[in-house]
């Protein structure tokens, strides 16, 4: 079992910045792909971004392309969403998700119960 423990998120108007963090315990010596998730009011949950277990590879969705960037700290089984120029649009709750045996994590098998980003206009 791994549980993921997000946190970070808070109220920033638009053009701001915020760093997420999600912090990993349990059996973290496995090798697992991390991503980012967000689930906006009346809407499914939607990919953001995602890194490989060793941090040598990261995808975005197109979204965020540019703006947000994810990155990863395995001595602290931490990872990281750094969000810059902030858009209203980018409101949701943001997950963390953890999948083994994948390069990337696209159907976590582990998620954090979520930290709300809200970005004012």
């Known amino acids: 079992q791994v549980q993921l423990v997000e946190s970070g998120g808070g109220l920033v108007q638009a053009g701001g910045s915020l760093r997420l963090s999600c912090a990993a315990s349990?059996?973290?010596?496995?090798?697992?792909?991390m991503g980012w998730f967000r689930q906006a009011p009346g809407k499914e949950r939607e990919f953001v971004a995602t890194?490989?277990?060793?941090?040598?590879?990261?995808y975005y969705a197109d979204s965020v392309k540019g703006r947000f960037t994810i990155s990863r700290d395995n001595a602290k089984n931490t990872v990281y969403l750094q969000m810059n120029s902030l858009k209203p649009e980018d409101t949701a709750v943001y997950y963390c998700?953890?999948?083994?045996?994948?390069?990337?994590?696209?159907?976590?098998?582990?998620w954090g119960q979520g930290t709300q980003v809200t970005v004012s206009s």
């Open positions: 890194i490989t277990w060793n941090g040598d590879s990261t």
């Open positions: 349990g059996r973290t010596k496995s090798s697992y792909a």
């Open positions: 998700g953890a999948e083994a045996g994948k390069r990337i994590a696209t159907m976590p098998d582990y």
